[in-house]
């Protein structure tokens, strides 16, 4: 997902796809990790465009506002589709780096080698996930919640433990979620000693701790050592798929890594244990969560790599190729400044038609997408990435 090589800022690299994925050399990319990416990337970049919010605005229907509540995150306790997205971005972050190491394997890299590119690509991650937040209407701001920065950690908790046996990885992943349930539960912090309570939580108090404030949303900076062990599952996903087993073989482990992470998931929310909390990264969230992510990337590894079913593909690559390129591009240019020049002028335009304002909107937002996916399919026909 992202290169590795000496840059002291994001950068322009012609000729060369983000961390290659091969299967092995000569055999291709893996077709199934280049769409889940982009898939998601799209996913992101139509609700930046605030597609969802006029869907959920206009719409009257009972069944139709209960479709687009999907694509809100859940206010406290539960799980919709939006809740996923997120692990979803750091799964396959996981994956990536899974075939990102191999190959620099292959190619004779040694583990400092690829210690210290790794170190420098979280460094930038880190950097880029501070500078989205840092500009405020009020004046700089100082915040750990994007997802770059939370990913900044979680892959490097994966990578220096990439070369331990599976079941060791898997070990130190549940292990870190044990550590985040005793860090809530037996803290006992006055005022903030109610595990799984808004705003009166440990994760609420080491925001106060590093930032000198809480989110109002709930949301918290160390939700990044949970779900690490997302990217830890994708990389073992990754590290699966790679193997010389049948591709039958990998498709039942890696179902079977889905089946066991979503029940353990709901089955300590339903016996009321530890409730799925995506805003926390509880848990049974990370569990019920991961196992969706598994599930989705067995499922299109069958489909897009196994059945070779690969028509279509590139309206969700072309976004992914360009990953981080275009989330920094819809989070900070697009929410500054482009989303609302684009609005005004297509808004304007149809107001002249006398369009009625529900088809306005949605116009509108699809105006915004269909640029930034134009952009990143220019990139991409002109073989040009940004890397970090």
Sequence with gaps: MLNEESAPEMRLVQNAPDAQPELAPGTGRLASLDFLRGFIMVILALESTGLFDQLMHYTRSPFFRHVWTQFEHHPWHGLRFWDLIQPGFMFVAGTAMAFSLNKQRTLGASWRQSFFKMLKRCWWLLFWGIVDYAVRPGGLSFELWDVLAQLSFTLMVAFLIFRFPIVLQLGISIGLLLMTEALYRFSHVPGFDQPFTDQHNFGNYVDLLLMHKINPGGWVAINCIPTAAHTIWGSVAGIIILSNRPQS?????????????????????????????????????????GGYCLAALAACYWWIDVRQHRKHLEFFTVVGMNSIFIYLFFEIVGHRWFNGYVTALAGGLMQILHVPDFPRAVVACLCIFGLEWYLCYWLYRHKLFFKV
């Design 249 to 289: 073989r990998k498709l039942m482990l890696v179902l079977f890594m889905a089946a066991a992470a979503a029940i353990c998931g709901y089955g300590l929310d339903v016996l009321g244990i530890t409730p799925i909390i995506k805003r926390i990264a509880t848990s049974s969230f990370t569990f019920a969560s």
